[in-house]
């Protein structure tokens, strides 16, 4: 009886002469797709976007992308696979503290082909 209720989504504002309700797959498709986000932490209900709120979202996304090719670049130019970034303080010119961030690179993983291989001998 659970499993049913999952099943199904409430939808908050739904469409004009459609359903209020709509499958856990299709809800999640909005979401994923910026249509919709969810209204509770339980992924009961969705909220359809406004169309300057989806064009917010896909701009957001699309900074958020251009962002991680970059970063991406910076760990292959650093001989690694992902970028972390580490924290310290540090005082500026006035005398105030600030927080400066160092990009790291994360060395590449070594093949799994090459490990298993290792592993074998006896």
Known sequence: MTREKNRVVRIVNP???????????????????GRAVWTDSSKRAIRFLEAAEIVLARQVRVEMAK???????????????????????????????????????????PQLAQGASEGRRC
């Open 15 to 33: 469409i004009p002469g459609r359903s209020a309700f709509t499958h856990r797959r299709a809800a999640e498709h909005f979401v994923q797709r």
């Open 67 to 109: 962002d991680e090719a970059y970063w991406r670049s910076v760990a292959i130019q650093r001989g690694g696979e992902e970028v972390i970034f580490i924290w310290e303080a540090s005082m500026s010119a006035n005398g105030y503290v600030v927080m400066g961030a160092t990009p790291v690179a994360i060395p590449q993983r």
